[in-house]
């Protein structure tokens, strides 16, 4: 009589399958055969399966899962919460009590009665605390308070916050708020005024209803802030000791645009170059008044028959004259 090639042995007794005895340990036989190829011992192969099922006001449920869905509390939140043996009447809270909380050997309902009896912000109170500080401010004459810390010095803040010392002094004299202290400045045309940022010279002209070019004027003359948008008489200008009563006035003197003259200013450019010719860093060494009579008058009879200004004129022959030296 042939042998059926698919009789198991388990525990001393032929099974035709493993069907047959998936059957009688009551177990899936899929589950059986991963069993058997795992090298599970014979007598763990009729364990029952672990179940996920778990009983909440005496319902059962197929899952942690399925319950944080009908008590509508976050998976982690619920895990958490039985992990850590609080009662089930606790588990589908929105929000649990807080602890209570130690401070100078006294006890607190909750960090909002601490910053109410202190007076200070929920979050800085959290962060004192979190750090070893105390709550009162200490009786010192030096030293600086950033978000409710306190630094010894403003160097001392300065490391912490990653920040130059100079950096640090100006924002603190520029009333800019304690949290922007420590920002990195990515754009270095960014400008205070009036505790607001604006992102350059331009941005501030426009919001003071004022020309871009009066305002550097007053800037680079080192007028305080407070000054910068106040009617001033500030159109006199000093050039290589001689006044003029406007810059306008003084880029004729010199014979170039004023808007040229003004570019130079703001670029920081020495008094002697400020008439040098445009487009060329030759200079002339004088102004158009100073000019040789044969140019001024060549540059007269040049501006009739081009229908142009002396001065464009005047420009002309600067140019075709730098550029013959050149060659």
């Not at 105390?134 to 001392?156: E, M």
Request: hydrophobic residues 35%; aromatic residues 10%.
């Amino acid at each position: 009589m042939n042998k059926n090639i698919n009789e198991i042995e388990y525990q001393g007794r032929i099974f035709p399958s493993k069907k047959a005895l998936a059957k009688y340990l009551n177990v899936n036989p899929s589950t059986l055969s991963s069993r058997i190829a795992k090298g599970w011992p014979q007598e763990r192969w009729g364990e029952e399966l672990k179940s996920n099922r778990i009983t909440y006001q005496k319902k059962s449920y197929e899952s942690i899962k399925h319950l944080s869905k009908f008590i509508d509390i976050p998976l982690a939140t619920l895990t958490k919460r039985i992990a850590k043996g609080i009662p089930e009447s606790q588990w589908a809270k929105k929000k649990l009590s807080e602890k209570k909380i130690k401070y100078e050997e006294k006890e607190y309902k909750s960090f909002d009665e601490l910053a109410n009896l202190y007076k200070l912000p929920v979050d800085i109170v959290k962060n004192r605390l979190a750090n070893g500080y105390s709550l009162d401010k200490p009786k010192r004459k030096t030293g600086i308070y950033h978000l409710g810390i306190f630094f010894k010095s403003k160097i001392k803040l300065a490391d912490h916050l990653g920040i130059s010392i100079h950096e640090l002094n100006k924002r603190i004299k520029e009333n800019w708020p304690e949290e922007r202290w420590g920002e990195i400045k990515i754009n270095p045309n960014e400008i205070f005024f009036e505790d607001i940022l604006f992102e350059s010279v331009q941005s501030l002209a426009d919001h003071l209803d004022m020309k871009v070019s009066t305002l550097w004027s007053r800037i680079n003359r080192g007028l305080p802030k407070e000054e910068w948008a106040s009617e001033l008489q500030d159109n006199k200008i000093t050039y290589k000791g001689k006044n003029f009563s406007s810059t306008k006035i003084l880029s004729k003197y010199l014979g170039i645009e004023h808007h040229t003259l003004l570019r130079r200013i703001q670029r920081g450019w020495p008094q002697e170059r400020w008439g040098d010719a445009v487009g060329t860093e030759i200079s002339t060494g004088y102004t158009m008044e100073e000019a040789p009579k044969h140019l001024k008058e060549a540059a007269e009879k040049l501006a009739i028959g081009l229908n142009i200004s002396t001065l464009e004129a005047y420009k002309i022959l600067l140019e075709k004259i730098f550029n013959k030296k050149r060659k």
